[in-house]
């Protein structure tokens, strides 16, 4: 398989990108729910109901949200009524803000936030209905072992949902999304973040992960199956999703 270029936050040699991305995160953790929603124009709330609905049809009762962040997603699944739903990130700055999030709207006795490992799940084998990512396979440092891991904890017939940015390839949202990509978002997130390495190394981040095909053969390869992409909004992010057999 081709090597990868990878892709770190501060591209300090002596750290580990997982390193990198919980810093990065930890230090944008009070601003990133704002700055998340401004500089997609509230498009990822409609993107995030789209990838829920395609767990629908197994009805989930339990829900694995990983790289769940502020927890974001793991409230948008709220919507199929399960029992128990589990945000897992790397980052402690993050989760402290969606742990408050989840007692403000009263559901933190369905969802538990907790500190962790995507490549390292503490889960037993099979244990969720459904497992979830927005917008964080492309932070995985080893994609293929994260990817395992996730399918690793779903039960035989779940279904995972992965929601990641993509590259637009035609006009004219290809060249409104470099553009934004390039100037809008860093300028306004390095500005309210404080941050300046954190919303450059987003469209960076984009610009190396594989996406469409590439990415679904690698599911497929990993061990998914019934492997589909979506694109919405023109092709600035894609809903993958397969099951496990």
Same mark, same amino acid.
């Given at each position: 398989?081709?090597?990868?270029?990878?892709?770190?936050?501060?591209?300090?040699?002596?750290?580990?990108?997982?390193?990198?991305?919980?810093?990065?995160?930890?230090?944008?953790?009070?601003?990133?729910?704002?700055?998340?929603?401004?500089?997609?124009?509230?498009?990822?709330?409609?993107?995030?109901?789209?990838?829920?609905?395609?767990?629908?049809?197994?009805?989930?009762?339990?829900?694995?949200?990983?790289?769940?962040?502020?927890?974001?997603?793991?409230?948008?699944?709220?919507?199929?009524?399960?029992?128990?739903?589990?945000?897992?990130?790397?980052?402690?700055?993050?989760?402290?803000?969606?742990?408050?999030?989840?007692? !403000?709207? %009263? /559901?933190?006795?369905?969802?538990?936030? @907790?500190? $962790?490992?995507? *490549?390292? +799940?503490?889960?037993?084998?099979?244990?969720?209905?459904?497992?979830?990512? !927005?917008? %964080? /396979?492309?932070?995985?440092?080893?994609? @293929?072992? $994260?990817?395992? *891991?996730? +399918?690793?904890?779903?039960?035989?017939?779940?279904?995972?949902?992965?929601?990641?940015?993509?590259?637009?390839?035609?006009f004219p949202v290809k060249h409104y999304f470099a553009f934004h990509s390039k100037y809008i978002i860093?300028?306004?997130?390095?500005?309210?973040?404080?941050?300046?390495?954190?919303?450059?190394?987003?469209?960076?981040?984009?610009?190396?992960?594989?996406?469409?095909?590439?990415?679904?053969?690698?599911?497929?390869?990993?061990?998914?199956?019934?492997?589909?992409?979506?694109?919405?909004?023109?092709?600035?992010?894609?809903?993958?999703?397969?099951?496990?057999?």
């Amino acid at each position: 398989m081709e090597e990868r270029k990878v892709v770190k936050p501060y591209g300090d040699q002596d750290r580990s990108k997982k390193e990198e991305v919980a810093e990065m995160f930890n230090n944008i953790s009070g601003r990133y729910d704002f700055l998340n929603h401004f500089l997609s124009l509230g498009i990822d709330k409609i993107w995030r109901r789209k990838a829920v609905k395609k767990l629908k049809e197994i009805n989930p009762e339990r829900i694995l949200d990983i790289a769940t962040g502020t927890g974001d997603f793991a409230i948008q699944s709220l919507s199929l009524k399960p029992t128990e739903v589990v945000g897992v990130d790397i980052s402690a700055g993050m989760l402290e803000v969606g742990k408050t999030k989840m007692k !403000a709207k %009263g /559901v933190d006795h369905i969802v538990r936030m @907790e500190l $962790g490992d995507s *490549e390292n +799940l503490s889960f037993e084998d099979g244990y969720f209905d459904a497992v979830t990512v !927005a917008f %964080g /396979v492309r932070n995985f440092e080893h994609l @293929e072992k $994260g990817l395992g *891991e996730m +399918l690793r904890v779903t039960r035989s017939g779940g279904r995972i949902v992965i929601l990641e940015f993509s590259k637009p390839k035609r006009f004219p949202v290809k060249h409104y999304f470099a553009f934004h990509s390039k100037y809008i978002i860093p300028f306004f997130g390095k500005r309210i973040s404080k941050d300046g390495r954190a919303y450059a190394y987003l469209p960076e981040s984009v610009a190396a992960f594989p996406e469409g095909k590439e990415f679904t053969d690698i599911l497929s390869q990993v061990g998914y199956e019934k492997v589909s992409a979506e694109t919405v909004s023109g092709g600035i992010a894609t809903i993958y999703s397969g099951f496990k057999k």
